[in-house]
């Protein structure tokens, strides 16, 4: 009997992921626009090209209006389902905001051209994904959670298919395994896929990073344990700590029951239309040869390619790159007394900023930085495992009894009247008040150089309250 043929199916990131993995988010909406009709006529399951760190990134260094991003990538893409990354209750921002912000987030960007939203927690709360997630539906949009992939005795199958059943409880569309740090080997994809599977009849996508050098062969056992999609990078800019390439994987599954049916003339033009962007990046600094090699202490500390370069920047400015590995050693400790959270932003900032004052005081919490204190009060949410009780003790000693159980969301009042009232100056339209509500230094930064380039003054000239605008 003939094999069953179960196309997999691709989400391409060039446009989000690749770049802000290797270039630091820098693709500006004027190198996308060209080549988005080829894009379009490729058949991807969606393009994934929003979100993330792109907003923080067109309004702080490549001066341009996220949402008109976004307006002028729907006029391109008729045919193309597109997809962002968010951050749960913290939206695109670094902490919780209120119910009434998450909720018009989500309405604006369903209405200016999102289809799916990648929903995913730092801490995997499902409490702090369930506003964006109702949300979601109720605009008609493709809720997809994100299980946060980590490493850790309580990370079990039985703790991720117990995750997915709340989640296909909660509404959601589909189920993302999100391995930001390449730590998904190829063996436990496919016993992780398999394990999944059997507990939710949700489709399963699969995300990782090249940073530990497996992605391929863990894309490879995923989709043969039954993964529907995957996420993968046009080659330009692929690999190192970002996808692994479109055409490549395109390649591994032709022939097969697996057979993506996409064009590999098509993607050549597309990959021929990036590789100069690829080398002016290389040439210009912005792209840094270290990212795109295989980091094999990824696996050994479970540090994700981001936060290995953090760090090291980090000690740089100590004059202290000697304790590197010190540091190093020092992050999975630090990880089991918050409660072992995933390694995602903001959780891996958290904890290797600790890490680095750990080691550098020559003492175990000597300083705790504002974040740690308010992981261990509860203020991003539940943590799998309890906390170290000897740390909770050093590092917050009679503030323990402040500490919050609700979800944190609970205890905010809603926001968006004030915000509203606080921008009105700047406001051009109804999307520029989520702009402020995330974003407020930057994005005022940001309507002050509008606002002058809309009057034909030099913005570094415009008079501002803060002085000349930084160009």
Not at 183 to 198: C, F, I, N, T
Not at 340 to 351: A, C, D, R, W
Not at 414 to 437: F, G, H, N, R, T
Request: glycine share 6%; charged share 25%.
């Amino acid at each position: 009997m003939a094999e069953e043929r179960k196309p997999v199916k691709i989400t391409e990131t060039v446009l989000r992921d690749a770049h802000q993995s290797l270039i630091a988010t820098r693709m500006t909406t004027e190198q996308m626009l060209p080549i988005i009709d080829k894009m379009d006529q490729v058949g991807y399951n969606a393009v994934e090209c929003w979100g993330g760190a792109t907003f923080d990134s067109c309004l702080r260094f490549l001066k341009e209006d996220p949402w008109d991003r976004l307006r002028k990538l729907r006029d391109g893409f008729k045919n193309t389902k597109l997809q962002m990354l968010f951050r749960g209750q913290n939206i695109l921002g670094y902490k919780p905001y209120a119910d009434d912000v998450v909720e018009y987030f989500v309405q604006k960007s369903i209405a200016n051209g999102i289809d799916i939203i990648r929903i995913f927690d730092c801490l995997n709360d499902i409490r702090n994904l369930e506003t964006a997630v109702k949300a979601c539906n109720k605009e008609k949009g493709h809720a997809q959670v994100a299980l946060s992939y980590t490493l850790g005795d309580a990370y079990t199958l039985d703790y991720w298919t117990t995750m997915a059943k709340k989640i296909e409880d909660m509404g959601a569309d589909s189920i993302c395994i999100k391995d930001m740090a390449g730590l998904l080997v190829p063996q436990k994809a496919d016993e992780l896929v398999r394990a999944l599977k059997s507990s939710t009849a949700l489709p399963i996508e699969l995300h990782t990073h090249y940073t530990s050098g497996v992605a391929s062969m863990t894309y490879m056992k995923a989709v043969e344990a039954g993964c529907d999609i995957i996420d993968t990078a046009m080659s330009p800019f692929a690999l190192g700590t970002s996808q692994p390439a479109t055409e490549v994987m395109v390649e591994a599954f032709k022939g097969t029951s697996y057979d993506t049916g996409l064009d590999q003339g098509l993607l050549a033009e597309i990959a021929d239309y990036f590789a100069p962007q690829r080398q002016e990046a290389l040439d210009s600094g912005l792209m840094n040869p270290k990212v795109l090699g295989v980091n094999i202490k990824t696996l050994l500390y479970q540090v994700p390619g981001g936060m290995l370069s953090n760090l090291l920047s980090q000690l740089k400015e100590q004059g202290k790159e000697d304790k590197f590995n010190e540091v190093l050693e020092e992050v999975p400790r630090v990880r089991k007394d918050l409660g072992e959270p995933p390694l995602v932003t903001p959780s891996s900032q958290i904890v290797g900023t600790q890490a680095v004052f750990n080691v550098l005081m020559g003492e175990r919490y000597k300083v705790a930085t504002n974040e740690t204190k308010d992981i261990l009060l509860g203020k991003y949410g539940q943590t799998v495992k309890p906390f170290n009780p000897e740390i909770v003790e050093k590092v917050l000693g009679d503030d323990a009894k402040n500490a919050i159980t609700c979800r944190p969301a609970d205890l905010l009042e809603p926001q968006l009247e004030s915000i509203e009232k606080e921008m009105s100056q700047w406001k051009q339209q109804e999307e520029d008040v989520l702009s402020y509500a995330l974003f407020p230094q930057v994005a005022t930064e940001f309507f002050k150089y509008r606002q002058a380039q809309q009057t034909h003054v030099d913005p570094a000239k415009a008079d501002t309250e803060n002085g000349a605008y930084p160009v």
